[in-house]
């Protein structure tokens, strides 16, 4: 999971800086937009700066399905 996010992560960086620093992007009513990439992480990485604030965090990834 943690390989995919980084992948995911490198193409996001690719498509900003091919587009001046922005990515296009659908929100949950299907609009659309642009939005300006400030900083981008994936949620591996954050989930480590958590635990180094809360030592005792444990978090659990739960796969979830779309019937």
Request: proline share 3%; with cysteine.
């Amino acid at each position: 999971m943690k390989a995919e996010e980084e992948e995911f992560e490198r193409v996001l960086e690719s498509r900003a800086k091919a587009a001046d620093g922005k990515l296009k992007v659908v929100d949950i009513n299907k609009k659309e937009s642009e939005v300006e990439v400030k900083e981008l992480t994936t949620l591996s990485k954050v989930i480590e700066w958590v635990k180094e604030s809360f030592p005792g965090l444990i978090h659990h990834r739960i796969p979830v399905s779309i019937c």
